[in-house]
């Protein structure tokens, strides 16, 4: 491959990855804890797009209780955030996928 193919191909590169990126506020991924009490979703631009409490869940108003929301609350976050991340690094590498030779070493994560 020569340099100017190869100029050529990472400008392609750049191209399907850009609209790649712009399509990842549609991939979502939900992450749940305490047995499904607590779900967060999320897309692949890493923002919250929605928290589903089981309602049995706050009818307490014990500090316990409210602690224990908090803990689901943030596992539930946590595992959505990186499935989520899982999922848009496999969106970002179908977009590129059959452009770029298999360079040992070359990793485009910086990219995303």
Excluded: Y
């Excluded at 340099?3 to 990842?24: H, N, P, Y």
């Excluded at 929301?69 to 595992?79: E, F, S």
């Amino acid at each position: 491959m020569n340099m100017m193919d190869m100029f050529g191909k990472m400008k392609e590169v750049q191209s399907r990855m850009k609209d790649a990126q712009e399509t990842l506020s549609a991939v979502t991924e939900t992450g749940e804890s305490g047995a499904g009490l607590v779900k967060v979703t999320v897309n692949g631009l890493k923002n919250v797009l929605k928290i589903e409490i089981d309602p049995d869940l706050i009818k307490s108003n014990a500090p316990a209780d409210r602690e224990m929301l908090q803990d689901l609350l943030v596992a539930a976050t946590n595992k959505a955030m990186g499935n989520v991340e899982t999922k848009a690094r496999e969106h970002l590498r179908q977009a590129t996928e059959g452009l770029l030779p298999n360079i040992p070493g070359l990793n485009l994560d910086g990219l995303m």
